[in-house]
């Protein structure tokens, strides 16, 4: 038999084994539903698992370890399956996902919230919003909580309360050779400082204990759209902007190229045009105020501002992020604005004269009490950030996938220069350097050191691994 074959046999075995102790659903490539199980979010991975284990308890997560391991089976661990690498699902691997592990449970008396590590964005908000409370989370409610958090966890609440991951309070953790351990202050304080951060590295996360805050059920938010030949002006003002923010506020500016929908006259349509965002997650009527920081940038094509429900704010971004579009980003992070970044910001890697396809660039607000927290208190890398870059397209035919990736190449590299390290989540396949820049040589030591201790055959690879 040759090697594929081998490995679909094992997978066989392993799915009649699991038969009689899994809750779950085991799906095989012949199985009607495979393609629909195996689909993730990006659009550009197709790969197909030899093996999807759909758990419903974290004593199916731990059997389907075992009866991988025993047969030489690669492991992917899917939550959310919003990757932009993908790495929920691989080629003849075997895929435990854990969207069927139950329901969020909310205690306002303690302000905690129990979250299964399948869960959505959206269920945690709908939960916590019932009592007007939340944990930080991203800014696209189908995003899984898992990825999220165990990367670090940047949302609009995070410059007033902190990561996703400086709210995890405890978590359940399925260990590669089945053993179930839970990670708390008052427990395993080291696995839990390396889950703030690194945590798909040492095991699988089945559950998370968090922290909650008063938040909402209003907030405020405003967006002015502007001519590109205004743009530095902009964001020089968003340099000082960002400055003098209080907590409560977070800033985004970006470039791109206005739509038929976008709400600027029409002779811009189809033209670069920059935005600049806030979102005020304190007292409404102190966010409105802000609305008058964007006439002061700059005069704007078209403006908009008000408040809203901070549950239309978490679902906001949704359709612009929808499943099923192929999709490429890349990112860094920026301790500082010089004008060389701006220019280099606006003109989205390209050179005079030459054109690109639509690909959009960001700069958001980082600080406040994410930069509070000590760069080594937890696993996650450059706290002290002042903003993070990031520029992404979307696409639907297979054609573009080569000049999209290069122009939004061509425009991480324009803006390098100015540039000191990555946020982990925003990671596509992208090598062990930009793992090492993720986290830093102090932290990626201690890192080494709890894989070794955790993981030391590096079971969990297919992630932004870090090599025992």
Known sequence: MDALADIEQAALDAAEELRSVFSGDLVLPADPGYDRARRVWNGCIDRRPALIARCR???????VLRAARARGLEIAVRGGGHSIAGLSVADQAVTIDLSGLGT??????TRRAFVPAGSLLASVDRETQRHN?????????????????????????????GLACDN?????????????????????????????????????????EFELHPVGPMVATGTAFYALEDGA???????????????????????????????????????????????????????????????????PLAETAGPVSYLDLQCGNDAGWRHGLRRYWKSHYLWDLPDAAIEAFLARGTTAGQGHPPITGSLQTRGGAVARVGEQDTAVGHRGAKFEFLTA?????????????????????????????????????????????????EKLARLVSLKRRYDPDNVFHLNQNIRP
């Open 233 to 299: 002006r902009v964001l020089r003002a968003l340099r000082q902007f960002a400055e003098d923010a209080s907590d409560e506020t977070t800033w985004v500016a970006s470039v791109w190229d206005a739509e038929r929908d976008t709400p600027v006259p029409a002779e811009h349509h189809g033209k670069p045009v920059v935005t600049l965002t806030f979102v005020h997650v304190g007292a409404v009527e102190d966010g409105l105020r802000l609305d008058r920081q964007l006439r002061a940038a700059a005069s």
């Open 57 to 63: 308890c974290t004593a199916d997560v731990a059997a």
């Open 133 to 161: 409370l939340a944990v930080t989370s991203g800014f696209v409610s189908h995003t899984g909580v898992a990825g999220l958090t165990l990367g670090g966890g940047f949302g609009w609440t995070a410059r007033k309360h």
């Open 168 to 208: 995890l309070r405890a978590a359940e953790v399925v260990l590669a050779d089945g053993t179930v351990v839970v990670a708390s202050e008052a427990g395993d304080r080291d696995l839990l400082w390396g889950l703030r951060g690194a945590g798909s590295n040492f095991g699988v996360t089945t559950a998370f």
């Open 104 to 109: 969020v449970r909310v205690d306002p008396g």
């Open 393 to 441: 397209s979307n696409w639907t035919d297979p054609a573009e996938d080569d000049a999209r990736r290069a122009h939004l190449r061509s425009f991480a590299e324009a803006m390098a220069p100015y540039s000191r390290g990555v946020y982990v989540n925003n990671l596509g396949i992208e090598g062990e350097d930009r793992v090492r820049a993720a986290y830093g040589e």
